[in-house]
């Protein structure tokens, strides 16, 4: 059965640094595309990272290229997102999510999804 659970959300200031895990099961990596999510209160869910099952590159949303990483451990069934220089318009819900093969920037497209872990980044 697939499942996935986020943690390491947490209080931040403004240019710290944290980093959250998905931790996954009933899948591998071969075969699924996982995403990062987030949703601020009033606002739509956003994808801010994926990774692709077809050669497990990665792809970034403007709003946090070059401050977000997305890695994976497969030893360890967990993908993780290294969240630098943080912004208060980062604070969100962050979900990781999953789907077959591909990646897809739609919340629609996606089977299943984690509970989700609050980022809250203010001084």
């Known amino acids: 059965q697939v499942q996935l659970v986020e943690s390491g959300g947490g209080l931040v200031q403004p240019g710290g640094s944290l980093r959250l895990s998905c931790a996954y099961t009933?899948?591998?990596?071969?075969?699924?595309?996982i995403a990062w999510f987030r949703q601020a209160p009033g606002k739509e869910r956003e994808e801010v990272s994926c990774i692709s099952s077809l050669d497990g590159s990665t792809v970034y949303a403007d709003s946090v290229k070059g401050r977000f990483t997305l890695s994976r451990d497969n030893a360890k069934n967990t993908v993780y997102l290294q969240m630098n220089s943080l912004k208060p318009e980062d604070t969100a819900v962050y979900y990781c999510a999953t789907e077959a093969y591909l990646c897809s920037d739609s919340p629609y497209e996606y089977d299943y999804w984690g509970q989700g872990t609050q980022v809250t980044v203010s001084s």
């Open positions: 009933g899948f591998t990596l071969d075969y699924y595309a």
